[in-house]
């Protein structure tokens, strides 16, 4: 059994900063790639962040330059650092993670519950 657990959204205005944070727990051999998501209300899911194993990031253009991913993978948690935010970010964010259980299981996508960041103009 594997849990995606997200903290650290809320409203914020305009200009400021919020940071997110995903722990994955439960039976986990190792992780590939961890990523944050965002959906507003009417949209489809989009991809924000990715980051690899190794440290290798992609970005949407929409946040580049604005967003920071990070992962510590001692702890199985990746991070968004949002700064500079615009109500356009204003979305329910969802991290994910490739992960396998065991050492002979594949790799398959797990979603965290999603936690909801509100910027106000």
């Known amino acids: 059994q594997v849990q995606l657990v997200e903290s650290g959204g809320g409203l914020v205005q305009a200009g400021g900063s919020l940071r997110l944070s995903c722990t994955a727990s439960?039976?986990?051999?190792?992780?590939?790639?961890m990523g944050w998501y965002r959906q507003a209300p009417g949209k489809q899911r989009e991809l924000v962040a990715a980051?690899?194993?190794?440290?290798?990031?992609n970005y949407a253009d929409s946040v580049k330059g604005r967003f920071t991913i990070s992962r510590d993978n001692a702890k199985n948690t990746v991070y968004l650092q949002m700064n500079s935010l615009k109500p356009e970010d204003t979305a329910v964010y969802y991290c994910?993670?490739?992960?396998?259980?065991?050492?002979?299981?594949?790799?398959?996508?797990?979603w965290g519950q999603g936690t909801q960041v509100t910027v106000s103009s």
């Open positions: 994910n993670a490739d992960l396998r259980s065991t050492w002979y299981g594949i790799f398959r996508d797990y």
């Open positions: 439960g039976t986990i051999f190792s992780i590939n790639a």
């Open positions: 980051i690899t194993g190794g440290g290798s990031t």
